[in-house]
């Protein structure tokens, strides 16, 4: 049974975290100290896609002004990945954006996630940039009432 939670619950932070931690810093290498930041508060907004009761991916969600919300420290853990679950999502997401009245969503991609934001939507913005030792790009989507997906 799959089922997505957003909220700042103490639980909700822990799961992001678990992931993030097996993703971002066991994976990719990323040092500890840069992946967990001060957004990491106690104010701070999860999406965690649960899959059977296992905790399998997670976004944060992270406003950049008033109109503008960034999708941060999007990862799906490696089993899950190519299966669709970051695809609903990235449209839960939206879809909660929507309703908060953001009207743009902008978030810097790995160079190898390109593909799956490009058909998620999101048009490419800025020129290839190092960010924590990855090559990614700035990549935008104007957010709509329709978003595919969950």
């Not at 999406?47 to 406003?63: C, G, S």
């Not at 953001?102 to 799956?116: C, D, K």
Request: glycine content about 4%; aromatic content about 16%; overall charge positive.
């Amino acid at each position: 049974m799959d089922k997505i939670s957003f909220g700042s619950a103490s639980y909700l932070q822990a799961a992001a975290f678990s992931i993030r931690y097996r993703v971002f810093v066991l994976e990719q290498k990323i040092p500890p100290e840069l992946e967990f930041d001060q957004h990491d508060d106690e104010l701070a907004r999860y999406f965690v896609y649960f899959h059977n009761k296992e905790a399998i991916a997670t976004i944060r969600y992270q406003a950049l002004n008033e109109n503008t919300i960034q999708p941060d420290r999007f990862c799906v853990t490696k089993k899950w990945r190519k299966k669709g679950f970051g695809k609903k999502l990235l449209a839960f997401y939206e879809k909660q954006a929507i309703k908060d009245g953001y009207q743009r969503t902008i978030l810097s991609a790995e160079l190898t996630a390109i593909p799956f934001y490009l058909n998620s939507g999101y048009q490419i913005v800025s020129a290839p940039y190092l960010e924590d030792g990855i090559w990614c790009q700035k990549m935008e989507k104007i957010l709509t009432e329709v978003t595919n997906g969950y």
